[in-house]
C-alpha cells in the first residue's frame, strides 16, 4: 500500500511566521502534489514537483514556495504566513503524471491567527 | 484551459434511492476523467475513473463528450456511501483539476 505522510495534523501559527509542511511518500512516485482544500472552492493546486529539484506553479502559488531534494520528500513553505492560508493542506503522489491514481495524505489543518 | 464544474454542493437522498451526482467539464482535448472520494475522517481515495470502466461500491460513471459530462451514479443509496465526492479532470497538463465538490448524504 502506498503510504502518503503529513508532518502535522494540526497547526497553529502568527502572521509573519515562517511555516513548514512536510510530506513523505514511500512508494518510489516520480510526482508530488500540494493541495489547499477549502470549503465551496474544491481543491486547488498550489505546486507540483515531477522529479527531484523541479517544481511548477500550480493555480494558487502566490505566497508559497516548495522544496523536492529528495524523491521521496516534498516541502510547502508558507514564506510569511497570512490569515487568509488558513486551510486544509494536502499531498499527494503519483507514479508518473497526473492521468495515474493520487495518492493523499492525511491533511496538515492550518489555522493562521 | 481544463475546468470541471459539480453544480451540486449538497445532496441528500434517503437509503436505497438512486443517486447522481453531476459532473461537466470543459477541456478542448481528449480527457482523463476521475471521481476521488472523501469518506469522514478519512484521507481522500479514488472511486473510480473512466478509462478502466469499473463499477467500484456499485457506483459507476459514463463519459458523455457530445454533453462534456461525467456524472456518477449509484441505483440505490447506501448510508455508509455518505462522503465528499469530487470530479478531477487530468488534461494536457500534468496536473489534475478537481471540482468544487459535492457532499451526499444517504439518509435512513
Known amino acids: 500500500d502506498v503510504k502518503v505522510t503529513q508532518s502535522s495534523r494540526y497547526l497553529v501559527k502568527r502572521t509573519g511566521e515562517k511555516v513548514f509542511l512536510e510530506c513523505v511518500q514511500d512508494?518510489?512516485?516520480?510526482?508530488m502534489f500540494w493541495y489547499r482544500q477549502d470549503p465551496g472552492l474544491g481543491l486547488r493546486l498550489i505546486y507540483f514537483s515531477y522529479d527531484v529539484k523541479m517544481k511548477e506553479k500550480g493555480d494558487i502559488p502566490e505566497g508559497y514556495s516548495v522544496s523536492r531534494e529528495k524523491k521521496e520528500r516534498f516541502s510547502l513553505i508558507l514564506e510569511s504566513a497570512s490569515t487568509n492560508q488558513t486551510s486544509m493542506y494536502l499531498c499527494?503522489?503519483?507514479?508518473?503524471?497526473?492521468?495515474?491514481?493520487?495518492?493523499f495524505g492525511p491533511g496538515t489543518r492550518l489555522l493562521v491567527l | 484551459a481544463q475546468r470541471v464544474t459539480q453544480p451540486e454542493k449538497l445532496l441528500s437522498v434517503f437509503k436505497g434511492a438512486p443517486v447522481e451526482l453531476k459532473c461537466n467539464y470543459s477541456?478542448?482535448?481528449?480527457?482523463?476523467l476521475f471521481w476521488y472520494v472523501q469518506y469522514s475522517r478519512q484521507r481522500l481515495q479514488l472511486l473510480l475513473r473512466?478509462?478502466s470502466r469499473e463499477s467500484i461500491k456499485g457506483f459507476t460513471a459514463d463519459l458523455n463528450k457530445g454533453e462534456t459530462s461525467f456524472h456518477l451514479k449509484k441505483p440505490f443509496a447506501q448510508e455508509e456511501d455518505s462522503a465528499m465526492y469530487y470530479c478531477a479532470l487530468a488534461g494536457s497538463a500534468r496536473q489534475l483539476t478537481f471540482g468544487s465538490g459535492t457532499q451526499l448524504t444517504v439518509l435512513p
Open positions: 499527494a503522489s503519483s507514479l508518473f503524471a497526473a492521468q495515474e491514481t493520487q495518492y
Open positions: 477541456y478542448s482535448g481528449s480527457p482523463e
Open positions: 473512466h478509462i
Open positions: 512508494m518510489d512516485h516520480e510526482n
